[in-house]
């Protein structure tokens, strides 16, 4: 019989807790779900020597949840810049250090970025445990190209910098990835559309929890769903369409387009809309605003003609 001894590595802990002595483990923790978590990452977090979080009041509910007993240390934004010269001598002198975030993988919109580099250049062992990820979550079932991807996180809540990196992403024809919070959701889709048009997009709210929400559509017509809720719960993450070569429409040929559109049997305004916004990547609004305004002018002429059949 051919002894696997990768498979007997992974799934005997022991070698693991072995070798954890002088390690740093980036360990992806639920983004939700508590169950949403390896047993690999289970395991490291109580063979580790500390563990840093971003927050350890959070991480807390998740070790207690595993029955999980050891020492934390916080590692967040605000003293990520001092903790990380005191967590990589820990690290020289042998200990093992496990980086967790609140939710999801490790540096991805959270800290960890600095502690992870120095750890690289002082020769340390840095190790990833993978896991839950909200970027790829999202992306995995948004039905967007899914074969290159540009993950950009938080924007910048400054209004400059914020302009000048959605300026950036004009002409990207790449996925885009986006996180943003439920208070300021709206803005970032308003501002999507203003800078990069109108494009097929998914707004992922709560996954796996209990609510968990997904809005496809435009960006404006996610923006018409939330504009009706009093109130957005939940870390949102939007995953936008690349850019694509569309043709350009003019306002007389928008008027064409409708006219044409309006002689087809059956089709209602919105579903002509709709179509429209979609080939050509329009505003909703305005669309929509001209087409009331052909199909008004449409139906005067129509009686004019019927009025002078009468004459006739």
């Not at 002595?21 to 949403?36: K, R």
């Not at 020492?71 to 980086?99: C, F, P, V, W, Y």
């Not at 250049?121 to 190790?127: D, E, Q, R």
Request: charged share 25%.
């Amino acid at each position: 019989m051919i002894k696997n001894d990768g498979m007997n590595e992974i799934n005997d802990h022991t070698t693991l807790s072995a070798s954890v002595n002088g390690t740093l483990y980036v360990v992806a923790t639920p983004i939700g779900n508590m169950a949403d978590i390896t047993f690999r990452a289970i395991q490291t977090l109580k063979d580790v020597t500390l563990i840093a979080a971003e927050d350890t009041r959070h991480t807390k509910r998740l070790l207690t949840h595993y029955t999980i007993h050891n020492s934390m240390t916080s590692l967040h934004e605000h003293n990520e810049n001092q903790r990380t010269g005191e967590l990589i001598k820990r690290l020289k002198k042998g200990d093992s250090i496990a980086l967790v975030s609140d939710a999801g993988t490790p540096t991805l919109s959270d800290p960890g970025y600095r502690l992870i580099r120095e750890a690289i250049g002082s020769g340390i062992h840095v190790v990833p445990i993978p896991g839950a990820s909200a970027a790829l979550s999202s992306l995995c079932v948004s039905g967007l190209p899914t074969d290159a991807y540009v993950f950009m996180g938080f924007l910048p809540r400054k209004e400059g910098k914020r302009q000048k990196i959605l300026k950036s992403l004009a002409h990207e024809s790449k996925t885009i990835i986006f996180y943003e919070s439920p208070r300021r959701v709206k803005r970032l889709i308003d501002d999507l559309i203003k800078t990069l048009g109108n494009r097929q997009s998914v707004l992922s709210r709560e996954m796996t929890k209990l609510h968990e929400e997904f809005i496809r559509g435009t960006l404006s017509e996610i923006l018409d769903v939330l504009a009706d809720r009093r109130e957005i719960k939940g870390e949102c993450t939007l995953v936008v369409h690349g850019g694509v070569e569309q043709e350009t429409l003019g306002v007389d040929a928008l008027r064409q387009e409708l006219i044409q559109g309006l002689h087809q049997d059956g089709i209602r305004l919105s579903d002509l809309v709709k179509n429209i916004v979609k080939h050509y990547g329009l505003p909703k609004k305005q669309v929509y605003a001209e087409a009331l305004k052909v199909k008004s002018l449409y139906a005067s002429v129509e009686r004019d003609d019927v009025a002078s059949e009468k004459k006739e």
